[in-house]
């Protein structure tokens, strides 16, 4: 990325948060602090990194089966890259308490398998 920033001219600042992005060389300025944050959380994302269509097309459908096997969920969707789950209930079969429960119980066990 380097190379190919200084062949077309780009500002040295800019060079540098690239070139310095991973620390392979020392900070040089605040920017190239935010890119190395930015690049750490986008880094950080679930699929983020190496995982192909299949397994990540795999990933998602877990996530929701583990939340259409309670009582009163009709349907879910994974998305975002498995970082949000929208769940939908049936409000006839639940209460808006059962509901925040349900939510607790989806949430803990999704966490829980993505740490397996």
Same mark, same amino acid.
């Given at each position: 990325? !380097?190379?190919?920033?200084?062949?077309?001219? $780009? &500002?040295?600042?800019?060079?540098?948060?690239?070139?310095? #992005? #991973?620390?392979?060389? &020392?900070?040089?300025?605040?920017?190239?602090?935010?890119? #190395?944050?930015?690049?750490?959380?986008?880094?950080?994302? &679930? @699929?983020?990194?190496?995982?192909?269509?299949?397994?990540? @097309?795999?990933?998602?459908?877990?996530?929701?089966?583990?939340?259409?096997?309670?009582?009163? !969920?009709?349907?879910?969707?994974?998305?975002?890259? @498995?970082?949000? $789950?929208? !769940?939908?209930?049936? &409000? @006839?079969? $639940?209460?808006?308490?059962?509901?925040?429960?349900?939510?607790?119980?989806?949430?803990?066990?999704?966490?829980?398998?993505?740490?397996?």
């Amino acid at each position: 990325g !380097v190379d190919f920033l200084k062949r077309y001219n $780009l &500002p040295e600042a800019v060079v540098n948060c690239v070139a310095e #992005h #991973h620390e392979d060389q &020392p900070f040089s300025s605040v920017e190239s602090i935010i890119v #190395h944050v930015a690049d750490s959380i986008s880094g950080a994302r &679930p @699929g983020a990194r190496y995982e192909d269509v299949e397994n990540y @097309g795999k990933r998602l459908k877990e996530m929701e089966e583990i939340a259409k096997k309670y009582e009163g !969920v009709e349907d879910a969707y994974a998305f975002e890259a @498995g970082r949000e $789950l929208r !769940v939908i209930i049936n &409000p @006839g079969r $639940l209460d808006d308490n059962q509901t925040i429960l349900l939510s607790k119980k989806i949430q803990e066990e999704v966490s829980k398998w993505l740490i397996e």
